[in-house]
């Protein structure tokens, strides 16, 4: 049985790690899913403030176009060309050359107006239109090959975005600017490489306890040019998406595990209740054994004529006899009253009985072992007298004197004592016996408990304090214990009067 436990035992402990170790790994899992979930959220709003600051960009004075102004030129105008070309043989070869020209005009002049008067949009745009009939050569030209666009939409952006640059220089400060909007904190940095970047790239975290997304987006392909935006990632910004998630699976953990700790738990309180059981039916035998053996030596001496002759030793027969049946009739009103649930329910006889005779009495009949040295003092007032019943009293004090021999050295001095007061009396049996452990002391009144200094073969079910408190409430009193290992031990019990 203590096997099969034991096995059981530690089945259970790998169970409940293996479950951990998965619920571990699944929230790991779980964790590199939403992590993922965010970095891609996270790409998706910065690559947005990336096109939002081309916009401002694109909205911005020109800070290229300027140098080029004549004398005399009011307006610059920039007009991007774009040209394609495809050559054919035994594959289609598609070549795209973007070519970005710079033309100075002056709206005033071909609008015929007087210079300095102020122009409507209206009139801007009619002077664009009449510029560009009228282009010869550019102030400014650039070519750059756009093979690498996948179609002509994505060259004609290109080609924008290196006007836009022209324009306006994409600069740190300003993504920063608006990255901060948004609640983005992240590190900047402007490449400028030889071959050409035409779509973002996203690198995502490396590691799973810092990560920290990386991406780069071109902003002036033609040119390769392009941002790198390296954005670390909190991951408590990642633990409150996932709440229900951990909420449910730290209930369903420690269910799972307090059920099968509860399973374990039982499991060996059962064991324990099982070696309880076979305890006290041993001890219960053990203890049966003495006054029936002595009835039946008893028994067997009154049979014998000569024995019975003899009137001085028939008396002792006759008295050892009334002796074991009291011993066992008190043996079974002990078991019969521990069995009570509540102590209301014990029957008590309530009667006028003298403290200081009933200890007499009992140090009178303890048997004392063969090789100890017992002394009982009685300090008792002689005139002192107690409403209790009788033979309860004299089963409570009898338990602690035998308990006070029993649990001693070679010899043991236990002293008696009362004090009354308050519609009280306060009674003390004390010795100096080996004393009861820090440990063992809160345990005593249990009902089988048994502390070290049981051990042994000391005889004993760990009934006998559990019974002594169970009377001693009965009566309406309390018990309590002061002991110090080597020192002795001395119990107090309290009954109303």
Excluded at 253 to 266: E, F
């Amino acid at each position: 049985m203590e096997k099969r436990i034991k096995a059981l035992y530690i089945i259970t402990i790998i169970a409940i790690f293996a479950f951990l170790c998965m619920q571990g790994y699944w929230l790991f899992n779980r964790y590199e899913y939403s992590l993922t979930e965010y970095e891609r959220d996270l790409s998706e709003r910065i690559a947005k403030c990336v096109d939002d600051y081309n916009v401002i960009r694109e909205k911005s004075s020109d800070t290229i176009a300027d140098p080029l102004k004549q004398k005399g030129t009011d307006n610059v105008m920039t007009i991007p060309t774009f040209s394609l070309k495809q050559e054919y043989g035994d594959t289609v070869k598609t070549t795209r050359t973007a070519k970005i020209s710079t033309y100075l005009f002056s709206a005033h002049e071909l609008l015929g107006l007087k210079p300095g008067t102020p122009l409507t949009d209206a009139q801007k745009n009619k002077a664009m239109e009449l510029a560009q009939l009228q282009m010869n050569e550019p102030a400014d030209s650039a070519v750059f090959d756009a093979s690498g666009a996948k179609d002509e939409k994505e060259a004609w952006v290109a080609t924008k975005n290196v006007i836009t640059e022209r324009k306006c220089p994409f600069s740190i400060e300003g993504l920063d600017s608006v990255l901060n909007k948004t609640g983005i904190k992240a590190k900047i940095n402007l490449n400028c490489a030889d071959s050409m970047v035409w779509h973002p790239e996203v690198k995502n975290h490396q590691s799973t306890f810092s990560p920290c997304l990386l991406m780069t987006i071109p902003y002036s392909q033609l040119e390769g040019r392009s941002v790198t935006i390296v954005c670390p990632i909190n991951p408590f910004d990642i633990l409150p998406g996932m709440w229900q998630t951990l909420l449910i699976s730290s209930l369903i953990s420690i269910l799972l595990i307090a059920c099968l700790v509860s399973q374990i738990s039982t499991v060996l309180k059962l064991s324990r209740l099982d070696n309880m059981r076979n305890s006290f039916i041993t001890t219960m035998i053990h203890e049966l054994k003495r006054p029936v053996s002595t009835l039946k030596m008893c028994v067997s001496g009154l049979g014998n004529e000569k024995m019975m002759s003899d009137n001085a030793l028939k008396a002792t027969l006759l008295n050892e006899t009334r002796n074991a049946l009291d011993n066992l009739s008190a043996y079974f009103s002990k078991l019969r009253d521990i069995t009570f649930n509540n102590v209301e329910q014990i029957p008590l006889a309530i009667g006028e009985i003298n403290l200081h005779a009933l200890i007499d009495t009992i140090a009178n009949n303890t048997t004392i072992p063969s090789g100890k040295d017992v002394k009982i003092i009685n300090n008792i007032d002689e005139s002192l007298t107690i409403s209790a019943d009788r033979t309860h009293m004299f089963n409570i004090f009898n338990n602690l004197v035998e308990n006070a021999i029993k649990y001693s050295g070679d010899s043991v001095e236990i002293k008696a004592s009362a004090d009354t007061g308050d519609g009280t009396v306060e009674i003390s049996i004390c010795d100096n016996g080996n004393g009861i452990s820090k440990r063992d002391l809160h345990h005593v009144f249990k009902r089988f408990y048994r502390g070290n200094a049981s051990s042994g073969d000391l005889p004993g079910m760990g009934l006998g304090l559990t019974y002594v408190k169970l009377l001693v409430n009965a009566h309406g009193g309390v018990i309590s214990v002061d002991s110090s290992v080597g020192e002795g031990t001395c119990f107090t019990i309290k009954l109303p009067q």
